[in-house]
Protein backbone atom coordinates (compact mmCIF):
# COMPACT_ATOMS: atom_id res chain seq x y z
CA UNK A 1 0.00 0.00 0.00
CA UNK A 2 1.21 3.61 -0.69
CA UNK A 3 1.84 5.86 2.46
CA UNK A 4 -0.14 8.82 1.44
CA UNK A 5 1.28 12.08 2.85
CA UNK A 6 -1.93 13.14 5.31
CA UNK A 7 -1.14 9.56 7.65
CA UNK A 8 2.74 10.57 8.06
CA UNK A 9 2.15 12.50 10.92
CA UNK A 10 0.21 10.04 12.42
CA UNK A 11 3.17 7.38 11.70
CA UNK A 12 5.93 9.96 13.07
CA UNK A 13 3.72 9.66 16.87
CA UNK A 14 3.21 6.02 16.32
CA UNK A 15 7.23 5.20 16.05
CA UNK A 16 7.50 7.71 18.53
CA UNK A 17 5.44 6.36 21.25
CA UNK A 18 6.57 3.49 20.60
CA UNK A 19 10.41 4.40 21.17
CA UNK A 20 11.43 3.68 17.55
CA UNK A 21 14.27 5.92 16.14
CA UNK A 22 12.70 7.37 12.84
CA UNK A 23 15.73 6.69 10.46
CA UNK A 24 18.28 7.97 8.67
CA UNK A 25 17.91 11.69 9.13
CA UNK A 26 17.04 13.87 6.70
CA UNK A 27 17.43 17.72 6.80
CA UNK A 28 15.00 20.65 5.12
CA UNK A 29 15.93 24.01 4.39
CA UNK A 30 14.12 26.79 3.48
CA UNK A 31 13.91 30.51 3.36
CA UNK A 32 12.65 31.51 6.85
CA UNK A 33 11.43 34.37 6.46
CA UNK A 34 9.33 33.89 3.70
CA UNK A 35 7.83 34.13 0.03
CA UNK A 36 6.09 36.34 -2.00
CA UNK A 37 3.28 34.94 -4.33
CA UNK A 38 5.17 35.43 -7.51
CA UNK A 39 8.94 34.29 -5.89
CA UNK A 40 10.59 31.40 -6.71
CA UNK A 41 10.19 28.67 -3.67
CA UNK A 42 12.48 25.83 -3.91
CA UNK A 43 13.83 24.28 -0.27
CA UNK A 44 16.54 21.66 -0.65
CA UNK A 45 16.43 18.57 1.66
CA UNK A 46 19.45 16.57 1.88
CA UNK A 47 20.31 13.02 3.98
CA UNK A 48 23.30 10.60 3.81
CA UNK A 49 21.25 8.09 2.47
CA UNK A 50 18.79 7.91 -0.36
CA UNK A 51 15.95 10.48 -0.17
CA UNK A 52 12.09 9.44 -0.89
CA UNK A 53 10.64 10.39 -4.99
CA UNK A 54 7.85 12.72 -3.58
CA UNK A 55 7.08 15.68 -1.02
CA UNK A 56 4.17 17.34 0.37
CA UNK A 57 3.16 20.74 1.42
CA UNK A 58 0.78 20.98 4.19
CA UNK A 59 -1.02 24.19 5.45
CA UNK A 60 -1.09 24.76 9.11
CA UNK A 61 -4.49 22.74 9.45
CA UNK A 62 -2.22 20.08 8.02
CA UNK A 63 -4.51 19.94 5.28
CA UNK A 64 -2.53 19.09 2.11
CA UNK A 65 -2.11 21.86 -0.79
CA UNK A 66 0.40 20.14 -3.01
CA UNK A 67 2.15 16.43 -3.78
CA UNK A 68 4.69 16.84 -6.15
CA UNK A 69 7.43 15.08 -7.12
CA UNK A 70 10.75 15.72 -5.35
CA UNK A 71 14.06 16.84 -8.22
CA UNK A 72 17.65 14.79 -7.02
CA UNK A 73 20.37 17.59 -7.32
CA UNK A 74 23.84 16.10 -7.56
CA UNK A 75 26.41 16.68 -5.41
CA UNK A 76 27.82 16.29 -2.19
CA UNK A 77 28.41 18.65 0.78
CA UNK A 78 30.98 16.75 3.61
CA UNK A 79 29.07 13.66 5.02
CA UNK A 80 25.94 14.50 2.93
CA UNK A 81 25.82 12.66 -0.54
CA UNK A 82 21.45 13.02 -1.26
CA UNK A 83 20.03 16.25 -2.56
CA UNK A 84 16.59 16.98 -3.61
CA UNK A 85 15.24 20.13 -4.17
CA UNK A 86 11.38 20.70 -3.20
CA UNK A 87 9.89 23.14 -5.18
CA UNK A 88 6.81 24.40 -4.90
CA UNK A 89 6.70 27.31 -6.98
CA UNK A 90 3.32 26.89 -7.99
CA UNK A 91 1.59 27.61 -4.29
CA UNK A 92 0.85 31.41 -4.60
CA UNK A 93 -1.96 31.71 -2.04
CA UNK A 94 -1.25 33.60 1.14
CA UNK A 95 -0.76 31.76 4.67
CA UNK A 96 1.45 29.32 6.89
CA UNK A 97 2.78 25.86 5.77
CA UNK A 98 5.20 23.27 6.12
CA UNK A 99 6.76 20.69 4.09
CA UNK A 100 6.54 16.82 4.50
CA UNK A 101 9.54 14.68 3.43
CA UNK A 102 9.10 11.21 4.15
CA UNK A 103 9.77 11.21 8.06
CA UNK A 104 11.12 14.96 8.15
CA UNK A 105 8.92 18.23 8.43
CA UNK A 106 10.21 21.37 7.49
CA UNK A 107 9.79 24.85 10.06
CA UNK A 108 7.10 27.02 9.49
CA UNK A 109 6.81 28.54 5.77
CA UNK A 110 5.43 31.86 5.08
CA UNK A 111 3.51 32.84 1.84
CA UNK A 112 2.72 36.61 2.09
CA UNK A 113 2.43 40.29 -0.46
CA UNK A 114 6.16 41.12 0.95
CA UNK A 115 7.78 39.45 3.58
CA UNK A 116 10.99 41.23 3.20
CA UNK A 117 9.35 45.06 3.54
CA UNK A 118 10.23 45.40 7.43
CA UNK A 119 13.59 43.85 6.86
CA UNK A 120 15.39 47.32 5.95
CA UNK A 121 13.81 48.80 8.83
CA UNK A 122 14.97 45.69 11.64
CA UNK A 123 18.49 45.70 10.05
CA UNK A 124 18.92 49.43 10.66
CA UNK A 125 18.78 48.45 14.42
CA UNK A 126 22.11 47.00 14.24
CA UNK A 127 23.72 49.85 12.12
CA UNK A 128 22.61 52.22 15.42
CA UNK A 129 24.25 49.91 17.63
CA UNK A 130 27.47 50.35 15.68
CA UNK A 131 27.56 54.35 15.69
CA UNK A 132 30.13 55.92 17.15
CA UNK A 133 30.34 59.06 19.48
CA UNK A 134 26.77 59.05 20.42
CA UNK A 135 25.83 54.99 20.36
CA UNK A 136 22.02 55.44 21.32
CA UNK A 137 21.75 51.38 21.61
CA UNK A 138 24.13 52.28 24.67
CA UNK A 139 22.96 55.33 24.96
CA UNK A 140 26.05 56.83 25.93
CA UNK A 141 28.86 59.43 24.06
CA UNK A 142 32.20 57.34 23.21
CA UNK A 143 35.54 58.39 21.35
CA UNK A 144 34.92 61.81 22.10
CA UNK A 145 38.91 62.66 21.25
CA UNK A 146 38.52 61.38 17.63
CA UNK A 147 41.72 62.67 16.58
CA UNK A 148 45.12 63.22 15.64
CA UNK A 149 46.05 62.84 11.96
CA UNK A 150 49.43 60.76 10.47
CA UNK A 151 50.02 61.53 6.88
CA UNK A 152 48.39 64.42 4.83
CA UNK A 153 49.63 67.66 4.93
CA UNK A 154 49.33 68.64 8.66
CA UNK A 155 51.73 68.13 11.20
CA UNK A 156 52.06 64.24 12.85
CA UNK A 157 49.73 64.12 15.52
CA UNK A 158 47.32 67.35 14.63
CA UNK A 159 44.06 67.15 16.37
CA UNK A 160 40.89 67.22 14.25
CA UNK A 161 37.69 66.60 14.87
CA UNK A 162 36.24 63.34 13.35
CA UNK A 163 33.86 61.97 15.82
CA UNK A 164 30.88 60.25 14.73
CA UNK A 165 30.21 57.45 11.96
CA UNK A 166 30.10 53.59 13.08
CA UNK A 167 32.47 51.24 14.33
CA UNK A 168 33.42 48.88 11.15
CA UNK A 169 32.38 45.30 12.57
CA UNK A 170 33.41 43.74 16.10
CA UNK A 171 35.63 46.18 16.63
CA UNK A 172 35.77 49.84 16.74
CA UNK A 173 37.82 51.19 13.83
CA UNK A 174 36.44 53.68 11.59
CA UNK A 175 36.99 53.20 7.98
CA UNK A 176 35.75 55.71 5.09
CA UNK A 177 35.96 52.86 2.14
CA UNK A 178 33.07 50.92 4.28
CA UNK A 179 31.55 53.64 5.69
CA UNK A 180 30.95 55.48 2.32
CA UNK A 181 29.57 52.06 0.83
CA UNK A 182 27.18 52.24 3.37
CA UNK A 183 26.15 55.12 3.41
CA UNK A 184 25.54 54.76 -0.79
CA UNK A 185 24.17 51.43 -0.18
CA UNK A 186 21.22 53.15 2.33
CA UNK A 187 20.88 56.21 -0.04
CA UNK A 188 20.51 54.24 -3.35
CA UNK A 189 17.96 52.10 -1.24
CA UNK A 190 15.71 55.26 -0.69
CA UNK A 191 16.40 56.35 -4.21
CA UNK A 192 15.62 53.43 -6.36
CA UNK A 193 12.02 52.22 -3.70
CA UNK A 194 8.97 53.31 -5.61
CA UNK A 195 6.75 53.59 -3.04
CA UNK A 196 9.24 55.85 -0.27
CA UNK A 197 6.42 55.07 2.37
CA UNK A 198 7.72 51.91 2.79
CA UNK A 199 10.50 53.37 5.31
CA UNK A 200 9.04 54.00 8.46
CA UNK A 201 9.75 57.06 11.06
CA UNK A 202 10.74 55.62 14.65
CA UNK A 203 13.64 57.26 15.69
CA UNK A 204 15.60 60.86 15.44
CA UNK A 205 18.99 61.69 13.79
CA UNK A 206 20.75 60.15 16.93
CA UNK A 207 18.78 56.97 16.57
CA UNK A 208 17.00 57.43 19.54
CA UNK A 209 13.06 56.22 19.63
CA UNK A 210 11.91 59.19 18.72
CA UNK A 211 9.90 60.34 15.45
CA UNK A 212 11.64 63.45 13.56
CA UNK A 213 10.11 63.75 10.69
CA UNK A 214 12.40 62.09 8.56
CA UNK A 215 12.72 58.46 7.78
CA UNK A 216 14.83 56.40 9.81
CA UNK A 217 16.96 55.20 6.92
CA UNK A 218 17.36 58.62 5.73
CA UNK A 219 18.47 59.73 9.47
CA UNK A 220 20.83 56.33 9.54
CA UNK A 221 22.43 57.55 6.04
CA UNK A 222 22.50 61.17 7.94
CA UNK A 223 24.81 59.99 10.21
CA UNK A 224 26.81 58.86 7.77
CA UNK A 225 27.59 62.00 5.47
CA UNK A 226 27.87 64.04 8.62
CA UNK A 227 31.10 62.06 9.60
CA UNK A 228 31.76 61.70 5.66
CA UNK A 229 32.20 65.33 5.63
CA UNK A 230 34.18 65.27 8.67
CA UNK A 231 36.80 63.48 7.06
CA UNK A 232 36.70 65.88 4.07
CA UNK A 233 37.83 69.22 6.24
CA UNK A 234 39.07 70.99 3.24
CA UNK A 235 39.28 70.83 -0.75
CA UNK A 236 42.28 69.16 -0.75
CA UNK A 237 42.14 66.35 2.43
CA UNK A 238 40.28 63.49 2.80
CA UNK A 239 40.81 60.98 5.93
CA UNK A 240 40.31 57.50 4.92
CA UNK A 241 40.83 55.65 8.62
CA UNK A 242 40.26 56.32 12.62
CA UNK A 243 42.50 53.71 14.29
CA UNK A 244 44.38 50.51 13.45
CA UNK A 245 44.25 47.37 15.01
CA UNK A 246 45.91 48.73 18.23
CA UNK A 247 42.20 48.65 19.08
CA UNK A 248 42.61 45.01 19.84
CA UNK A 249 43.14 46.06 23.35
CA UNK A 250 40.80 43.74 24.82
CA UNK A 251 36.86 43.36 25.43
CA UNK A 252 35.59 46.21 26.26
CA UNK A 253 32.64 48.55 25.54
CA UNK A 254 33.03 52.11 23.84
CA UNK A 255 32.52 53.88 26.48
CA UNK A 256 35.52 52.38 28.29
CA UNK A 257 37.75 51.80 25.26
CA UNK A 258 42.00 51.65 26.84
CA UNK A 259 43.29 51.19 23.56
CA UNK A 260 46.46 53.56 23.20
CA UNK A 261 47.74 55.47 20.25
CA UNK A 262 50.22 57.05 21.87
CA UNK A 263 48.78 59.69 23.30
CA UNK A 264 47.47 57.70 26.50
CA UNK A 265 45.13 54.57 27.38
CA UNK A 266 41.39 55.90 25.88
CA UNK A 267 42.99 59.14 24.76
CA UNK A 268 43.23 60.38 21.08
CA UNK A 269 43.11 57.54 18.14
CA UNK A 270 45.09 58.11 14.71
CA UNK A 271 43.10 59.41 11.70
CA UNK A 272 44.84 58.67 8.18
CA UNK A 273 44.77 61.08 5.58
CA UNK A 274 44.92 59.76 2.23
CA UNK A 275 47.84 60.26 -0.09
CA UNK A 276 47.93 57.49 -2.30
CA UNK A 277 50.79 55.98 -1.29
CA UNK A 278 52.02 53.02 0.74
CA UNK A 279 50.94 53.69 4.52
CA UNK A 280 51.84 51.93 7.82
CA UNK A 281 52.75 53.44 10.99
CA UNK A 282 53.89 49.71 12.28
CA UNK A 283 55.11 46.47 11.25
CA UNK A 284 53.02 46.52 8.11
CA UNK A 285 52.78 48.85 4.94
CA UNK A 286 49.77 48.89 2.45
CA UNK A 287 49.95 48.60 -1.70
CA UNK A 288 48.14 51.83 -2.21
CA UNK A 289 48.37 53.36 -5.29
CA UNK A 290 46.09 56.12 -5.67
CA UNK A 291 43.39 57.21 -3.92
CA UNK A 292 40.21 56.81 -6.52
CA UNK A 293 38.19 53.62 -5.03
CA UNK A 294 37.35 55.90 -2.19
CA UNK A 295 36.69 59.24 -3.68
CA UNK A 296 34.37 57.58 -6.13
CA UNK A 297 32.37 56.42 -3.74
CA UNK A 298 32.50 58.98 -1.34
CA UNK A 299 31.51 61.38 -4.69
CA UNK A 300 28.09 59.11 -5.36
CA UNK A 301 27.24 58.78 -1.55
CA UNK A 302 27.91 62.87 -1.38
CA UNK A 303 25.66 63.27 -4.98
CA UNK A 304 22.98 60.83 -4.11
CA UNK A 305 22.45 63.53 -0.48
CA UNK A 306 22.23 65.97 -2.04
CA UNK A 307 19.38 64.62 -4.59
CA UNK A 308 17.08 63.26 -1.91
CA UNK A 309 17.46 66.48 0.63
CA UNK A 310 17.77 69.33 -1.93
CA UNK A 311 14.27 70.11 -1.42
CA UNK A 312 13.75 69.65 2.15
CA UNK A 313 13.70 73.14 3.30
CA UNK A 314 15.46 72.12 6.45
CA UNK A 315 18.00 70.43 4.79
CA UNK A 316 18.89 72.90 2.02
CA UNK A 317 22.00 74.09 3.49
CA UNK A 318 22.94 70.42 4.41
CA UNK A 319 22.64 69.43 0.40
CA UNK A 320 24.81 71.99 -0.54
CA UNK A 321 27.51 71.51 1.52
CA UNK A 322 27.40 67.47 0.26
CA UNK A 323 27.05 68.85 -3.56
CA UNK A 324 30.47 70.70 -2.80
CA UNK A 325 32.41 68.16 -0.70
CA UNK A 326 31.12 65.40 -4.03
CA UNK A 327 32.65 67.60 -6.44
CA UNK A 328 35.90 68.01 -4.25
CA UNK A 329 36.92 64.37 -3.67
CA UNK A 330 35.37 63.61 -6.82
CA UNK A 331 38.64 65.58 -8.50
CA UNK A 332 41.02 64.30 -5.78
CA UNK A 333 40.03 60.76 -7.54
CA UNK A 334 40.67 62.01 -10.97
CA UNK A 335 43.93 63.31 -10.65
CA UNK A 336 44.76 60.28 -8.29
CA UNK A 337 43.91 56.79 -10.12
CA UNK A 338 44.40 53.98 -8.40
CA UNK A 339 43.23 52.64 -5.08
CA UNK A 340 43.63 53.78 -0.63
CA UNK A 341 44.18 50.16 0.89
CA UNK A 342 43.10 50.05 4.78
CA UNK A 343 46.21 50.18 6.86
CA UNK A 344 47.36 47.78 9.52
CA UNK A 345 49.74 48.12 12.35
CA UNK A 346 50.86 45.15 14.25
CA UNK A 347 48.73 42.17 12.46
CA UNK A 348 48.96 41.21 8.14
CA UNK A 349 45.04 42.26 7.88
CA UNK A 350 44.03 44.99 6.29
CA UNK A 351 41.04 46.11 3.37
CA UNK A 352 42.62 45.45 0.33
CA UNK A 353 40.96 46.63 -2.71
CA UNK A 354 42.79 46.75 -5.99
CA UNK A 355 39.63 47.75 -8.31
CA UNK A 356 38.80 51.49 -8.62
CA UNK A 357 37.23 52.53 -11.78
CA UNK A 358 33.75 51.33 -11.25
CA UNK A 359 34.23 53.45 -7.92
CA UNK A 360 35.20 56.61 -10.01
CA UNK A 361 31.84 55.93 -12.65
CA UNK A 362 29.28 55.68 -9.96
CA UNK A 363 30.18 58.66 -9.10
CA UNK A 364 30.51 60.43 -11.91
CA UNK A 365 27.33 59.11 -12.73
CA UNK A 366 25.57 60.50 -9.39
CA UNK A 367 27.30 63.89 -10.40
CA UNK A 368 25.68 63.85 -13.26
CA UNK A 369 22.43 63.14 -12.37
CA UNK A 370 22.42 66.27 -9.72
CA UNK A 371 24.25 68.18 -11.96
CA UNK A 372 23.46 68.09 -15.77
CA UNK A 373 27.00 68.78 -16.57
CA UNK A 374 27.83 66.82 -19.68
CA UNK A 375 31.68 66.27 -18.04
CA UNK A 376 30.52 63.83 -15.55
CA UNK A 377 28.56 61.57 -18.36
CA UNK A 378 31.87 61.67 -20.46
CA UNK A 379 34.24 60.78 -17.10
CA UNK A 380 31.40 58.08 -16.54
CA UNK A 381 31.17 56.36 -19.79
CA UNK A 382 35.07 56.05 -19.81
CA UNK A 383 35.11 54.54 -16.25
CA UNK A 384 32.65 52.24 -17.12
CA UNK A 385 34.65 50.93 -20.04
CA UNK A 386 37.58 50.31 -18.16
CA UNK A 387 36.18 49.01 -14.92
CA UNK A 388 33.98 46.49 -17.50
CA UNK A 389 33.13 43.23 -15.81
CA UNK A 390 36.25 42.90 -13.67
CA UNK A 391 35.09 41.51 -10.18
CA UNK A 392 34.93 38.27 -7.56
CA UNK A 393 32.62 36.77 -9.83
CA UNK A 394 33.74 33.30 -10.64
CA UNK A 395 36.95 33.82 -9.06
CA UNK A 396 37.60 30.71 -6.29
CA UNK A 397 40.00 32.99 -4.13
CA UNK A 398 40.83 36.79 -3.57
CA UNK A 399 42.64 38.60 -1.15
CA UNK A 400 40.53 40.54 1.60
CA UNK A 401 38.24 43.41 0.07
CA UNK A 402 40.01 42.69 -3.77
CA UNK A 403 37.15 43.46 -5.34
CA UNK A 404 35.48 46.26 -3.13
CA UNK A 405 32.88 46.97 -3.27
CA UNK A 406 31.06 44.01 -4.33
CA UNK A 407 28.79 45.16 -6.88
CA UNK A 408 29.10 47.59 -9.38
CA UNK A 409 26.56 50.26 -8.86
CA UNK A 410 28.17 52.73 -11.66
CA UNK A 411 27.10 50.15 -14.50
CA UNK A 412 23.13 50.39 -13.21
CA UNK A 413 23.22 54.40 -12.59
CA UNK A 414 24.87 55.15 -15.82
CA UNK A 415 22.61 52.85 -17.71
CA UNK A 416 19.58 54.96 -18.53
CA UNK A 417 21.77 57.93 -19.29
CA UNK A 418 23.41 56.23 -22.85
CA UNK A 419 21.92 54.88 -25.82
CA UNK A 420 20.95 51.21 -26.37
CA UNK A 421 24.24 50.29 -27.61
CA UNK A 422 26.03 51.51 -24.48
CA UNK A 423 23.38 50.01 -22.59
CA UNK A 424 23.91 46.55 -24.33
CA UNK A 425 27.92 46.78 -22.97
CA UNK A 426 26.66 47.70 -19.56
CA UNK A 427 23.60 44.82 -19.29
CA UNK A 428 26.49 42.45 -20.81
CA UNK A 429 29.06 42.76 -17.97
CA UNK A 430 26.73 42.48 -15.41
CA UNK A 431 25.44 39.64 -17.37
CA UNK A 432 28.80 37.96 -17.82
CA UNK A 433 29.35 38.21 -14.13
CA UNK A 434 26.54 36.67 -12.88
CA UNK A 435 26.97 33.19 -15.82
CA UNK A 436 30.49 32.86 -14.35
CA UNK A 437 28.28 32.64 -10.80
CA UNK A 438 26.04 29.95 -11.87
CA UNK A 439 29.06 28.32 -13.41
CA UNK A 440 30.60 27.97 -9.94
CA UNK A 441 27.78 27.60 -8.37
CA UNK A 442 27.56 23.86 -10.44
CA UNK A 443 30.20 22.85 -7.77
CA UNK A 444 27.80 22.46 -4.90
CA UNK A 445 24.39 21.42 -4.65
CA UNK A 446 22.85 24.65 -2.95
CA UNK A 447 24.08 25.96 -6.19
CA UNK A 448 25.80 28.80 -4.49
CA UNK A 449 27.80 30.50 -6.71
CA UNK A 450 29.83 32.75 -4.70
CA UNK A 451 33.22 31.71 -3.03
CA UNK A 452 33.79 31.05 0.20
CA UNK A 453 36.22 33.30 1.40
CA UNK A 454 35.95 36.09 4.56
CA UNK A 455 32.59 37.98 4.02
CA UNK A 456 31.15 35.42 1.84
CA UNK A 457 27.93 36.67 2.61
CA UNK A 458 28.86 40.07 1.31
CA UNK A 459 29.55 38.66 -2.12
CA UNK A 460 26.10 36.56 -1.81
CA UNK A 461 24.04 39.97 -1.35
CA UNK A 462 25.84 41.98 -4.26
CA UNK A 463 25.45 38.58 -6.46
CA UNK A 464 21.42 38.95 -4.87
CA UNK A 465 21.42 42.60 -5.76
CA UNK A 466 23.36 42.73 -9.30
CA UNK A 467 21.07 39.89 -10.15
CA UNK A 468 17.63 42.21 -9.46
CA UNK A 469 19.15 45.26 -11.15
CA UNK A 470 19.99 43.40 -14.17
CA UNK A 471 16.23 42.65 -14.11
CA UNK A 472 15.40 46.19 -13.74
CA UNK A 473 17.71 46.74 -16.34
CA UNK A 474 16.64 44.73 -19.12
CA UNK A 475 13.48 43.00 -18.25
CA UNK A 476 15.60 39.53 -18.78
CA UNK A 477 13.79 36.92 -15.88
CA UNK A 478 15.88 34.05 -16.56
CA UNK A 479 17.98 34.79 -13.11
CA UNK A 480 15.06 34.51 -11.08
CA UNK A 481 15.80 31.07 -9.77
CA UNK A 482 19.26 31.27 -9.63
CA UNK A 483 18.74 34.57 -7.17
CA UNK A 484 16.51 33.22 -5.38
CA UNK A 485 19.22 30.47 -4.49
CA UNK A 486 21.36 32.75 -3.13
CA UNK A 487 18.74 35.12 -1.66
CA UNK A 488 17.11 31.98 0.37
CA UNK A 489 20.58 30.59 1.20
CA UNK A 490 21.15 34.19 3.33
CA UNK A 491 17.51 33.47 4.77
CA UNK A 492 18.44 29.70 5.90
CA UNK A 493 18.27 27.59 2.89
CA UNK A 494 21.74 26.59 3.70
CA UNK A 495 23.39 23.03 5.38
CA UNK A 496 23.59 24.80 9.06
CA UNK A 497 19.79 25.54 8.60
CA UNK A 498 20.63 29.10 10.06
CA UNK A 499 19.71 32.33 8.56
CA UNK A 500 22.60 34.77 8.36
CA UNK A 501 21.39 37.66 10.00
CA UNK A 502 20.92 38.23 13.66
CA UNK A 503 17.35 37.92 15.18
CA UNK A 504 16.04 37.22 11.77
CA UNK A 505 14.11 34.37 10.77
CA UNK A 506 13.48 31.48 12.81
CA UNK A 507 16.72 29.56 13.43
CA UNK A 508 20.00 32.91 13.58
CA UNK A 509 23.22 33.50 14.86
CA UNK A 510 23.56 33.98 18.67
CA UNK A 511 26.89 33.51 20.00
CA UNK A 512 28.40 36.47 17.64
CA UNK A 513 31.69 38.40 17.69
CA UNK A 514 30.54 41.41 18.76
CA UNK A 515 31.61 42.89 21.98
CA UNK A 516 28.49 45.08 22.99
CA UNK A 517 26.41 40.88 22.52
CA UNK A 518 29.25 39.45 24.63
CA UNK A 519 29.48 41.96 27.62
CA UNK A 520 26.58 43.15 28.10
CA UNK A 521 24.53 39.38 27.11
CA UNK A 522 21.63 41.22 24.76
CA UNK A 523 21.14 40.58 21.04
CA UNK A 524 21.08 42.97 18.64
CA UNK A 525 18.48 42.76 15.63
CA UNK A 526 19.83 42.71 11.89
CA UNK A 527 23.45 42.46 11.81
CA UNK A 528 24.78 40.23 8.88
CA UNK A 529 27.56 38.35 9.73
CA UNK A 530 30.49 37.11 7.71
CA UNK A 531 29.40 34.15 6.69
CA UNK A 532 31.15 30.62 5.25
CA UNK A 533 34.39 30.16 4.70
CA UNK A 534 36.67 27.07 3.32
CA UNK A 535 38.21 25.53 5.94
CA UNK A 536 41.92 26.03 5.72
CA UNK A 537 41.16 29.66 5.83
CA UNK A 538 39.45 29.32 9.70
CA UNK A 539 42.87 27.27 10.21
CA UNK A 540 44.66 29.77 8.75
CA UNK A 541 43.50 33.00 10.62
CA UNK A 542 44.94 34.39 13.86
CA UNK A 543 43.44 34.07 16.87
CA UNK A 544 40.29 31.67 15.58
CA UNK A 545 39.05 28.59 17.40
CA UNK A 546 35.55 27.51 18.54
CA UNK A 547 34.49 25.67 21.53
CA UNK A 548 34.25 22.21 21.17
CA UNK A 549 32.14 19.78 20.18
CA UNK A 550 31.20 21.64 17.35
CA UNK A 551 27.51 21.51 17.64
CA UNK A 552 26.87 22.21 13.90
CA UNK A 553 29.99 19.50 13.16
CA UNK A 554 27.17 17.49 10.84
CA UNK A 555 27.05 20.19 8.35
CA UNK A 556 30.60 21.33 7.92
CA UNK A 557 31.55 20.90 3.78
CA UNK A 558 33.24 22.94 1.28
CA UNK A 559 32.67 25.57 3.61
CA UNK A 560 32.32 25.88 7.74
CA UNK A 561 30.24 27.93 10.05
CA UNK A 562 30.20 28.12 13.14
CA UNK A 563 27.80 30.49 15.62
CA UNK A 564 30.89 31.02 17.96
CA UNK A 565 31.90 34.30 19.06
CA UNK A 566 35.65 32.95 19.19
CA UNK A 567 35.27 32.96 15.16
CA UNK A 568 35.59 36.16 13.32
CA UNK A 569 36.01 34.42 10.24
CA UNK A 570 32.41 33.22 9.84
CA UNK A 571 30.35 35.18 12.70
CA UNK A 572 31.23 39.07 13.17
CA UNK A 573 28.62 40.80 12.05
CA UNK A 574 29.35 43.65 9.23
CA UNK A 575 29.01 47.26 9.02
CA UNK A 576 28.94 47.01 4.90
CA UNK A 577 27.75 43.79 4.48
CA UNK A 578 24.30 44.80 6.29
CA UNK A 579 23.76 48.63 4.73
CA UNK A 580 24.24 46.40 1.46
CA UNK A 581 21.67 44.45 2.76
CA UNK A 582 19.13 46.53 3.11
CA UNK A 583 19.23 48.14 -0.23
CA UNK A 584 19.15 43.94 -1.37
CA UNK A 585 15.60 43.45 0.73
CA UNK A 586 14.67 47.06 -0.82
CA UNK A 587 14.90 44.67 -4.90
CA UNK A 588 13.28 41.89 -3.46
CA UNK A 589 9.75 41.27 -4.70
Known amino acids: MKLTAKFVPLLIA???????????????????????SNDSKLALAFSDTALPHDFT????????????????????WGKFSHFSQ????????????????????????????????????????????????????LEIHCHQLDGRTAYGPRPPGT???????????????????????????????????????????????????????????????????????????????????VADDRDHAGWRLPQNDQADYSWGKGGARVVYCADGKPQGLGKYQSQSNGMANIAGIYSAAMALGFEIFKDN?????????????AKEVYEIGRAHEGVQQGNSYGAPYRYGPTIWAGDMEWGAAELFRATGEAHYLKDAKRYALLANDESWMGKEQTAHYQYFPFANFGHYRLYDLVDKNFQKQLADYYRTGIERCIHAGENNPFHIGI?????????????????????????????????????????GR?????????EIGQ???????????????????????????HDHIFHSLKGVFIRTPDPLADFQGAAVYHDDYHDYSSNEPTLDGTASAILMFTQCD
Not at 14 to 36: E, W
Not at 57 to 76: E, F, Q, R
Not at 494 to 502: H, S
Open 86 to 137: LDFTSVKSPGTYSLQFAWARSLAITISANPYSPLPDQLLEFMREQQCGFNPW
Open 14 to 36: VISACGLAASPQIFIRTNQVGYT
Open 494 to 502: NPWGNTMFT
Open 451 to 491: PFIWCSNNLAVALVTQCSLYKRMTGDTRYDNFAAEQRDWLL
Open 159 to 241: PIDVTGGWHDAGDMLKYLMTSEDATANMLLAYELAPDKTIFPDHFNALGQPKPDGLPDILDEAKWGLDWMLKMHPSAGELYHQ
Open 57 to 76: LLDKNNSVILHAAATPIAGT
Open 313 to 325: PEQKDFAGRCLQA
Open 507 to 533: VFPRDVHLMTVQLLHRSVRGGLVDGPV
